[in-house]
């Protein structure tokens, strides 16, 4: 039962490196999902998808692009990274709109 | 502005005894409140959907209530492995599809 996947799961990066996060998942899903969590701000949205090919912004999509080319794979790219992106990234997914997001362990991402 | 307050921000409690962590929501229109646990280093593990006041779901020692302004998690008789941070998620009709979290209650269980 792998749900939600992604990787890598701890990065380090140098100011203007870019780099992609990968999430997969295996419950056939419409709905995908990146939230960032930084400590005493909460779970905040970045992006996210209604279907494959689809994507939309979120609460704090700047700096950041996705895709979805494949129904199980959400993208999220950083082009030229900043030590404001430092963060703990969560891709997740749900059937629907208002059904449960199911959530990945999370990315740990540094930028130094 | 849509918000969600969660509190208190962090309790202790002894093996056995029982509390409630409570979360206030301020909302356009609400169509979902979902509690999700969080270990550290993990991400957060859906446990409840509540869709409409007066609503109730239980699962083992906890217990989840709405009203029209807020939700409650009981815990009955904790144990050391409840331990975990709470967190606590609306969906709002002006919000479209995405969630807004409270910042989460730290939930400590001493044996």
């Known amino acids: 039962n792998a749900g939600v996947t992604q990787t890598p799961k701890f990065r380090v990066l140098k100011t203007g490196q870019s780099m992609t996060l990968l999430c997969a998942q295996d419950m056939n899903h419409e709905y995908m999902y990146w939230y960032r969590q930084d400590p005493g701000m909460g779970l905040r949205l970045i992006h996210y998808?209604?279907?494959?090919?689809?994507?939309a912004k979120g609460e704090v999509p700047d700096g950041y692009n996705v895709s979805r080319l494949k129904k199980q794979n959400f993208l999220l790219g950083l082009e030229s990274a900043a030590p404001s992106q430092t963060s703990v990234y969560f891709c997740?997914?749900?059937?629907?709109?208002?059904?449960?997001?199911?959530f990945g362990d999370g990315t740990r991402l540094s930028i130094l | 502005e849509d918000q969600v307050t969660q509190s208190p921000e962090a309790l202790r409690l002894q093996e056995g005894e029982s509390s409630s962590l409570n979360c206030s929501y301020t909302v356009s229109g609400l169509r979902g409140l979902f509690w999700y646990r969080q270990d550290p280093g993990k991400g957060p593990e859906f446990l409840f959907t509540l869709y409409s006041a007066g609503e109730e779901k239980e699962k083992e020692r906890l217990k989840a209530t709405l009203t029209k302004k807020e939700s409650f998690l009981h815990i009955t008789a904790p144990k050391p492995e409840d331990s975990a941070t709470y967190l606590c998620?609306?969906?709002?009709?002006?919000?479209?599809?995405?969630?807004?979290f409270g910042k989460g209650t730290t939930l400590s269980v001493s044996s």
């Open positions: 998620a609306v969906q709002a009709d002006q919000a479209g599809t995405a969630l807004i």
């Open positions: 998808s209604v279907g494959e090919g689809t994507t």
């Open positions: 997740a997914s749900s059937s629907r709109a208002n059904q449960p997001q199911h």
